[in-house]
């Protein structure tokens, strides 16, 4: 099981800071670092504990050009908010500057009033995504398509292109991960967050286990036969924030993650404590993942 850590950036962040922070991740052994995507959310939204961001692009730029081997996660973009092909080439240039170190996890999108400052039509979200993801996955060929023989170039590192995870709870997201996607990134959430979330509830283990079952069925009834990853979230993870993380409560949790199927397990650290934390990620919980 492969760790994938949210670098804690806000608009106070630093060049030097994200060096430092992907360094660090680096260098514990783990896998990935993981940026969001919000790029014009509201006011009251983030008084309500939305958390501020950097562009996805830059950030994990700037990542990879202060790293070697590190993996550069979007987690999650939302593909609807951004014209098709300027993603297509956004992302292969990334992926081949960096070395084939992209993992593009790809969401619907929840929060209607950002799609209504980008112009986007919140309704159409999900077809938007699946619209997005085609153009992508055709673009990243590195061939001629459509009646302008339009190219995109360069070609991604990675072949035929960067890992995409798509998230969300429902079976819709499910199916998207079959149909697109080397990868599910579900998340915890209760039922009372469903209103927000715009996703189902999934908040037991034994759940998300039977979730993670018929994706794999799902792809076996596809005739897929590789490996669809699971990125799951621990929420033990939490107590980060408030001081309280234990590494026993931690360790319980990954064991019954990866029981159920999680392959990657998704870490949010806060900039306070970020060394210790992963020193203690790493240190404490390699052995068991």
Request: aromatic content about 6%; glycine content about 8%.
């Given at each position: ?80 908010y951004r ?56 673009a990243w ?147 068991t993942i």
């Amino acid at each position: 099981m492969r760790v994938s850590v949210g670098l804690p950036v806000d608009d106070a962040t630093t060049a030097a800071d994200l060096a430092r922070w992907s360094q660090t991740v680096e260098r514990a052994g783990l896998h990935a670092v993981f940026v969001t995507d919000h790029p014009a959310p509201t006011a009251s939204w983030l008084r309500r504990g939305g958390h501020p961001t950097l562009d996805p692009f830059v950030a994990l730029s700037f990542a990879a050009a202060t790293t070697t081997s590190i993996a550069l996660h979007f987690n999650l973009l939302v593909a609807a908010y951004r014209q098709p092909l300027i993603a297509a080439k956004a992302i292969a240039s990334l992926d081949s500057l960096s070395g084939a170190r992209v993992i593009v996890g790809v969401g619907v999108g929840y929060l209607e009033a950002e799609f209504a400052a980008l112009g986007v039509s919140y309704r159409d979200r999900a077809a938007l995504t699946d619209v997005t993801l085609t153009a992508m996955i055709t673009a990243w060929t590195g061939e001629p398509f459509g009646d302008d023989d339009t190219v995109i170039l360069p070609r991604p590192a990675q072949r035929p292109h960067p890992a995409i995870w798509i998230g969300g709870n429902s079976l819709a997201a499910m199916r998207r991960t079959v149909a697109f996607g080397q990868g599910w990134s579900p998340m915890p959430s209760t039922a009372a967050a469903r209103s927000v979330l715009g996703t189902p509830p999934l908040d037991d283990v034994a759940e998300l286990g039977r979730r993670i079952s018929r994706l794999h069925d799902m792809a076996h009834d596809a005739g897929r036969t590789d490996r669809l990853d699971v990125a799951v979230i621990p929420q033990s993870l939490s107590g980060f924030s408030h001081g309280s993380w234990q590494v026993d409560t931690l360790r319980d949790e990954i064991g019954s993650l990866r029981a159920a199927g999680g392959t990657v397990l998704v870490a949010n650290v806060p900039a306070s404590g970020f060394d210790e934390a992963i020193a203690m990620l790493a240190e404490e919980t390699v052995d068991t993942i």
